[in-house]
């Protein structure tokens, strides 16, 4: 892995959550995408190498819900920069780490994506994340 592409917020109010990150990080964000599949509405932030990611959920039973109605809003995830997504997803297995998703899928802001299961990862909710081409 090569560094921390960006850690994800799980947010309430997407609004609010940007207008407080501009003020706390002094920079506008520079991308929001829906993602349909996912059930999330993002918001990007770049700060020198690294980036913040807001998330908000579009739907009731989009994961992100699920995490506020359980846990509240908070850090969500983390998600490591990998050049080779699927290869990441086979040494892990390897080593008997278990995928949340065994082949990788499109994620917001261009990214091949899979996540690991927490429960393995000391309870850190973990994204590869390599850049789409
Ligand atoms: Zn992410």
């Given at each position: 892995m ?23 990080l ?54 490591f ?52 081409k």
């Amino acid at each position: 892995m090569n560094h921390i592409e960006h850690i994800g917020i799980a947010v309430k109010n997407i609004e609010e959550s940007t207008s407080i990150f501009e003020d706390l990080l002094g920079v506008a964000s520079y991308k929001e995408e829906i993602v349909e599949s996912e059930g999330v509405r993002t918001v990007f932030f770049k700060i020198g190498e690294s980036k913040i990611e807001l998330l908000e959920a579009t739907k009731d039973d989009s994961p992100i819900a699920k995490f506020i109605n359980k846990r509240g809003e908070g850090m969500h995830h983390i998600a490591f920069a990998v050049d080779d997504v699927k290869k990441e997803i086979k040494r892990l297995k390897k080593k008997g780490y278990r995928l949340l998703n065994e082949t990788p899928k499109n994620g917001a802001d261009n990214k091949l994506i899979a996540f690991m299961h927490p429960k393995d990862s000391s309870g850190v909710l973990v994204e590869l994340c390599q850049e789409r081409k």
